[in-house]
């Protein structure tokens, strides 16, 4: 059974449903960009997917032995959190509670988990400084190891590279690319499409129409061609532009 299969599934609030009939399948070591217009519904999926919110139709099911608490996030970071007054440790610590269980402490194995997922981040030598000392950059990777305390199965990820300048950026992105390399299951939003979908093995566009198959699938469709537009093409590195100005 694949590790994450949705059928048919509407994604909204009481107001009535933001996206319907979505359909995708992914299994373990999948890379999935989700992509769209603003307020098609990206984040609400993600919500949904996390049972942060209920889904208003549809299946949402877990194969190969994949629970809920096995599922790390990264959500878009608001002022208030950027702000947040505590030390990189304790963030990335804190991302240890859904496997305490009834434990009203960090255990040893919980300290190694955290002290690991930061020296993969590249942030050990931040560990006592507080978060919000830090730059955009590195937040993100400490909020990624986070993450990764909750779990190495799969990562949901929510715009991470979003006001990053184009170095962390691209260094962001690469973290990300390896942690998929070593079998972490990605599913990603973002708006930086383009960028996005080099890394993707996967797309999911939600909109009026849903679209879900591979990243040369999703290039070659029509919603890839008039999202991205007429002049993408593949390469072995992934995708490119040729003669057009970059896609809005």
Same mark, same amino acid.
């Given at each position: 059974?694949?590790?994450?299969?949705?059928?048919?599934?509407?994604?909204?609030?009481?107001?009535?449903?933001?996206?319907?009939?979505?359909?995708? $399948? %992914?299994?373990? *070591?999948?890379?999935?960009? /989700?992509?769209?217009?603003?307020?098609?519904?990206? @984040?609400?999926? +993600?919500k949904?997917?996390?049972?942060l919110?209920?889904?208003?139709?549809?299946?949402?099911?877990?194969?190969?032995?994949?629970?809920?608490?096995?599922?790390?996030?990264?959500?878009?970071?608001?002022?208030?959190q950027?702000d947040?007054?505590?030390?990189?440790?304790?963030?990335?610590?804190?991302?240890?509670?859904?496997?305490?269980?009834?434990?009203?402490?960090?255990?040893?194995?919980?300290r190694?988990?955290?002290?690991?997922?930061?020296?993969?981040?590249?942030?050990?030598?931040?560990?006592?400084?507080?978060?919000? $000392? %830090?730059?955009g *950059?590195?937040?993100?990777? /400490?909020?990624?190891a986070?993450?990764?305390?909750? @779990?190495?199965? +799969?990562?949901?990820?929510?715009?991470?590279?979003?006001?990053?300048?184009?170095?962390?950026?691209?260094?962001?992105?690469?973290?990300?690319?390896?942690?998929?390399?070593?079998?972490?299951?990605?599913?990603?939003?973002s708006?930086?499409?383009?960028?996005?979908?080099?890394?993707?093995?996967?797309?999911?566009?939600?909109?009026?129409?849903?679209?879900?198959?591979t990243?040369?699938?999703?290039?070659?469709?029509?919603?890839?061609?008039?999202?991205?537009?007429?002049g993408?093409q593949?390469?072995?590195?992934?995708?490119?532009?040729?003669?057009? *100005?970059?896609?809005?």
């Amino acid at each position: 059974m694949a590790l994450l299969t949705v059928k048919d599934l509407a994604v909204g609030y009481e107001t009535g449903p933001v996206a319907e009939h979505i359909d995708f $399948e %992914l299994n373990t *070591g999948d890379f999935l960009c /989700v992509v769209g217009e603003n307020g098609s519904g990206k @984040t609400t999926l +993600m919500k949904t997917l996390l049972r942060l919110v209920d889904p208003l139709g549809g299946e949402i099911l877990m194969g190969d032995g994949l629970r809920r608490n096995e599922i790390g996030y990264l959500p878009q970071q608001t002022a208030v959190q950027k702000d947040f007054p505590a030390s990189v440790r304790e963030v990335v610590m804190s991302g240890c509670e859904a496997g305490t269980g009834w434990r009203p402490f960090y255990n040893r194995d919980d300290r190694k988990t955290a002290e690991r997922n930061m020296a993969r981040m590249g942030i050990s030598r931040f560990a006592g400084r507080c978060y919000r $000392e %830090l730059s955009g *950059g590195q937040q993100q990777r /400490v909020l990624l190891a986070r993450a990764l305390c909750a @779990t190495e199965r +799969m990562l949901l990820l929510d715009e991470p590279v979003s006001g990053l300048d184009p170095r962390a950026t691209q260094e962001m992105y690469d973290l990300i690319r390896g942690l998929n390399e070593s079998g972490v299951t990605i599913i990603m939003i973002s708006h930086d499409i383009e960028a996005a979908i080099n890394y993707a093995s996967h797309v999911l566009h939600v909109g009026k129409q849903i679209f879900f198959g591979t990243r040369d699938e999703y290039v070659r469709s029509r919603q890839g061609m008039e999202f991205l537009g007429q002049g993408v093409q593949i390469s072995a590195q992934g995708i490119g532009t040729v003669g057009r *100005g970059d896609a809005e």
